[in-house]
């Protein structure tokens, strides 16, 4: 497909929803760069192709991809117990611990409720803190039995990936993947900022308008769940070819074997809501066998998306907590032109029975009250901990519309949100007992 990148993002980025951006697309045969605005709104100093953004949950790939590093030397088996490799973690039931398997720290389905730890000071942020940190922990669901997106999983897999190799986490993203595939404009240590321009975010006030975030990162002992890593949206791009050519870079280098690079990217399970999501080792898998994850932060909100089909690859970068500003006049073109359906939620007419969904529901970061005003049903979402600041500082509360068997969307001021609302698991009396959305699960509490 024929597209001006540039002027498209510089565009969309001019009507003043988005701070900076950073863009990449290898179509096949040619790689497209594309940057516009700020990269500091307080300096207004400009994007420039070799400005490093965050990549937040991006992560989440490169970990999992450390992670079958291990599973390639031998040193860890996907199936093995996590208590075996990690005799030192505990959690606060003993009988799901002895359950949880070193697969299900990394497709999302070990059930661990914790999914943002607390600002500490900078020398209590420590991967192994987050690590001591679990003691107590409840779940969200049995291991296994439900899929919930995993913060926690995610970071007890990067604690593996130290203890067993015996060095930093953050060296290893370094030697294992930054090094080999040449990229040269990434980092996951935060003492390398100063070799690097680097992109500062902005947030959402109460007010609306866009402010630079106080806190640039999340808390550092979540690090390998997407807290530090920054790189170019082209050096995310080469990261991204290597595993859908089989683990191999384009400069040749190998990180991962083709039986590992294929297992990141086929399904193991699937969220509630989105169910169109499912779900391999690392990757999101989109309808059209499209790879995907996307990022947040403070200030925070990425994209990546890979087509192992065609051996395409975008990658979207920008400092800003507004999110989907360039899916219609961007993202999705581009994935339309892969084949990939873009799903759309339409209402559905018909009553419904608004007792079978009233209630709270709830996990560790998110409250959900469901209740009827006039005969209409809404949802107020809270946060329950301070994590992202100013987008978070109050409940928001949300018109729901039907969209498939207790399935809801979520409307503000006459807009549609994507975070459908899935109810399930109805008890003997009919009220749904558990919530998904945002890749979640909320579970009743009286």
């Known amino acids: 497909m024929s597209m001006d990148y540039g002027a498209i993002i510089a565009e969309l ?13 290898w179509d096949g045969t040619e790689l497209h760069e594309a940057v516009a605005g ?16 965050h990549i937040g949950s991006i992560t989440k790939v490169l970990n999992a991809a450390l992670f079958m590093q291990l599973v390639d030397d031998g040193l860890v088996a996907l199936d093995d117990p996590v208590s075996l490799h990690l005799p030192e973690l505990q959690l606060g039931d003993p009988a799901a611990l002895a359950r949880i398997s070193c697969k299900m720290l990394i497709n999302h389905t070990n059930g661990i409720d914790y999914d943002v730890p607390p600002y500490r000071g900078f020398d209590e942020q420590r991967i192994v803190d987050a690590i001591d940190e679990c003691t107590g922990l409840s779940q969200i669901h049995a291991p296994g039995e439900a899929t919930a997106y995993s913060n926690i999983g995610t970071v007890i897999a990067g604690y593996m990936v130290q203890k067993l190799r015996g060095e930093s986490w953050y060296s290893l993203v370094r030697s294992r993947t930054f090094e080999p595939l040449g990229l ?8 390398e900022l100063p070799r690097f321009r680097v992109s500062v975010g902005d947030q959402v006030d109460e007010g609306g308008r866009l402010v630079q975030s106080s806190r640039p990162f999340l808390p550092l002992s979540f690090a390998p769940a997407g807290a530090t890593i920054m790189m170019t949206a082209t050096d995310l791009v080469t990261f991204a070819r290597a595993l859908i050519n089989g683990g191999v870079g384009v400069n040749g280098a190998r990180i991962l ?12 399970t699937r969220f509630i809501s989105p169910s169109s999501w499912h779900v391999g080792l ?21 994209v990546l998306y890979a087509h192992p089909a065609s051996g395409k690859v975008m990658a979207l970068l920008t400092n800003c907590s507004k999110n989907g500003m360039f899916d219609a006049g961007l993202v999705e073109p581009i994935l339309s032109s892969w084949g990939a359906p873009i799903e759309a939620l339409v209402p559905v007419e018909g009553d419904i029975e608004a007792s079978t969904y009233e209630g709270s529901f709830e996990n560790q970061i998110y409250r959900f009250d469901i209740f009827s005003v006039d005969g209409r049903l809404h949802a ?18 949300f018109e729901l519309e039907r969209v498939g068997d207790h ?10 949100i994507p975070y459908p609302l899935a109810f ?21 509490v009286a």
Do not use: C
């Open 407 to 416: 399935l809801f969307r979520m409307v503000l001021d006459g807009a549609a």
């Open 184 to 191: 040269s404009h990434s980092l996951a240590d935060i003492t």
């Open 257 to 268: 074997s083709s039986a590992s690079a294929s297992a990141m990217a086929t399904e193991t």
């Open 424 to 444: 399930v698991d109805p008890d003997a009396a009919g009220k749904m007992q558990r919530l998904g959305a945002m890749a979640r699960i909320f579970n009743r």
């Open 13 to 25: 980025r001019g009507r003043g929803e988005v701070t900076g951006a950073s863009f990449a697309y």
């Open 380 to 397: 107020r979402m809270a946060a329950r901990v301070d994590f992202y600041e100013t987008d978070n500082a109050k409940a928001t509360v």
């Open 38 to 53: 700020l990269r500091n709104s307080v300096t207004k100093d400009p994007v420039t192709l070799d400005t490093l953004m």
């Open 282 to 302: 690392g990757w999101m898998i989109l309808p059209g066998d499209v790879l995907f994850h996307g990022g947040g932060g403070p200030g925070v909100s990425s």
